[in-house]
């Protein structure tokens, strides 16, 4: 089965407001990325967060990690219209493999 | 710098023909992988081949095949395509296995429809 799932499912938000965007995983890790995927394209690393670190940001992103809990959270503030898109969270499994969750679907109203 | 490019776009395939998808990377790297994305499942891993030369299975790789051909190239082949392998195949690579805080670099996707 898949090591990542993502909450919730699918997402709509006014521009402007802040998106988040959860992730629970099954085994432990060496780290865990942030990828996004507009429509009908091929998907982009947005951030790497290691499993020592708590918390990492990057522009406007912002993703915890709890390995306790096997969770991670990814924030968007500010959000624009360019953020709509799908949005993965994939973490790094047995013998190496990037193994992904199904994904946020996230829509930016205007 | 062209990074991960794949071969063909689309394709559509009848009920039992084969064909290959190709992958390249332009970027030195160990790792490569093939995904399968359907709606609703988000990526699921076919193979991936953490260098030239050696290949393993994914979460789905029955009803295909790779082939790490050099450290550049790593190819997905369907012998008999069947209707449930229509999806959109993605490639990607890393820059070393066994290092692991790097990320992924993916092609723009094979979308292959099979009648």
């Known amino acids: 089965s898949q090591q990542g799932e993502e909450d919730p499912q699918a997402l709509s938000i006014q521009e402007g407001e802040n998106a988040t965007m959860n992730c629970s995983y099954k085994?432990?890790?060496?780290?865990l990325q942030w990828y996004r995927q507009n429509s009908g394209r091929g998907l982009v690393h947005l951030i790497l967060?290691?499993?020592?670190?708590r918390e990492k940001h990057s522009g406007r992103l912002r993703v915890t990690l709890d390995t306790s809990k096997k969770s991670s959270s990814l924030l968007i503030t500010a959000s624009r219209a360019a953020d709509t898109a799908s949005y993965f969270c994939?973490?790094?499994?047995?013998?190496?493999?990037?193994?992904f969750g199904k994904g946020t679907r996230l829509h930016i109203l205007p | 710098n062209a990074g991960v490019t794949q071969t063909p776009k689309f394709q559509v395939l009848k009920t039992g023909q084969s064909m290959t998808l190709q992958c390249a990377q332009d970027?030195?790297?160990?790792?490569m992988y093939w995904y399968r994305q359907d709606p609703g499942m988000g990526l699921r891993l076919i193979y991936y081949?953490?260098?030239?030369?050696?290949?393993d299975k994914g979460e789905v790789p029955n009803g295909y095949n790779v082939s790490r051909l050099n450290k550049r190239e790593f190819s997905l082949r369907l012998e008999s395509a069947a209707p449930s392998q229509t999806s959109v195949y993605f490639c990607?690579?890393?820059?070393?296995?066994?290092?692991?805080?790097?990320?992924?670099?993916f092609g723009q996707g094979t979308r292959l429809t099979v009648v």
């Open positions: 990607a690579s890393r820059l070393r296995d066994r290092v692991p805080n790097t990320e992924a670099f």
């Open positions: 085994t432990s890790i060496n780290n």
């Open positions: 967060i290691r499993s020592n670190e």
């Open positions: 994939a973490t790094k499994g047995r013998d190496d493999k990037i193994i």
């Open positions: 970027m030195n790297h160990n790792s």
């Open positions: 081949s953490a260098s030239e030369g050696t290949t």
